[in-house]
């Protein structure tokens, strides 16, 4: 391979043209109309217009980003994640087209993009699944019938679903007939497939996922797991690993399991094989990505694999150059994401010119973004802007520095969620390792706003601006550029936090 065209946007798009950098690859950007100016565009050797700013019209184009592809000369095309990564007539035509998609086969793509698929070859591989209905139910009366054996509460869920869209809980009886009806139509006009299935309600889940990865010639391991069970409405926030969960035993035995997942449907390329976890330590297969993952930073911090690499290298017919004994899990890591939006506002999506941006730097910090000084955020895509990934050698320090690494953050221009990720690193349950999938609406009164309680340093600047503005109003002579006044409130004569 020499060129290889990246089919996205935002940070995954430059995260992936850096590994290209770093193997002499020739990386080929596609743009929408709205991403001009996007960071992407200037990182790559290349560059093309594939259509207007809905994504619909661009980044989701096949054609044009096939006709992008040939015309550049590009050997394979990386999806990156979301869009175009898990759609298989996409991984189609470009095999079709003579260029290397990659990522699994279309087969893959289509028989894990399908739930009910997913968990009959999960079962007969002896993979624990959620307990459920072995394919769809037809009808209501065989829901009811399926929730006599399995009992109360339990999960909708569409097939086609994944992600949270198309899923109904079931507390009481009267719910189901009503349920399924709603579960159906919202799978129906979401993903043109109306097939349900049900499960079992795992009351306080871990979501725990296992990075694996295959070759072409038979090999696969697994890169251990990520516990992502901090997350708001199916929106990750924090990911970490190890997570505090997991045992050497069950890591063990759950790690053996993600790779006989993986080898029981010929998996090839980078996956995860998400579980829920119960508080008893018992394990349920729930999904299969087959892309690479916005989280995936942590597992290359810890295991020191850069996972784009290797995507490259097994799409190439490379063979793994490493065993499973030869992945060891040192340290830790842990990921924020960092959304442009507002958390006082109901998280709406705070789109806006970037005024200013500082990102942290130092020891065991690394940040995979996209915007710059001057830059406007589309309001088109994904509203994350950045991640924030440190490392260290224990979780306390890794949470240490994660609390210095988001008070170095500083964006003005546009809402982000970094006060809140700070309130996360502060919360005693984040910090004791004692959290679940429900951690964000537990623990709502600590981790919204308090005001300004957060930082004082906000207030200096606050009563520095107010009294710049009473000096520009009283025509004293002042400078054109707001410059925050000394601080009384420091040791140190002047902090320029910008
Ligand atoms: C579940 C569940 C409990 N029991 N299935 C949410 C997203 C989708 N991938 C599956 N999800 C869930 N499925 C059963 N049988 C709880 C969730 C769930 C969840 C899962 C992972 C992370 C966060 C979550 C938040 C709410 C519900």
Known sequence: MKKILIANRGEIAIRVMRTCRELDLES????????RTSLH???AHEAYCVGKAPSSESYLNIDKIIEVAKQSGADAIHPGYG??????????????????FIGPSPEVIIQMGDKIQAREAMTAAGIPVVPGTDGEIKTEAEALEVIKTIGLPVMIKASAGGGGKGMRLVKNESEVVSAVRAARSEAKSAFGDDAVYIEKYIT???HIEFQILADQHGNTVHLFERECSV????QKMIEETPSPLMTPELRDEMGKAAVEAAKAVNYVGAGTIEFLVDNNLNYYFLEMNTRLQVEHPITERVTGIDLVKQQ????EGRELE???EDLKQRGHAIECRIYAEDPDNNFMPSAGKVYKISTPLGLGVRTDGYVYEGYEIPIYYDPMISKLIVWGKTRDEAIARMRRALYEYKITGVKTSIKMLERVMNNENFIAGNYDT????????QLLSNGMKDNPEDMVIIAAFIDYLDKLGSNATVTKEFVPAQSRWKKIPYVNHF
Not at 231 to 234: I, K, P
Not at 312 to 315: E, F, G, L, N, P
Not at 438 to 445: G, L, S
């Open 28 to 35: 080929v950007a596609i743009y929408s109309e709205a991403d």
């Open 312 to 315: 490259i290298y097994v799409a």
């Open 41 to 43: 565009v200037r990182y």
């Open 231 to 234: 997350q708001r409405r199916h």
């Open 438 to 445: 429900h951690f964000i609406e537990k623990n709502q009164e």
């Open 322 to 324: 490493f065993g499973q």
């Open 204 to 206: 306080s889940p871990h």
């Open 83 to 100: 869009f175009l990564s898990e759609n298989a007539d996409f991984a189609r035509r470009c095999a079709e087209e003579g260029i290397v």
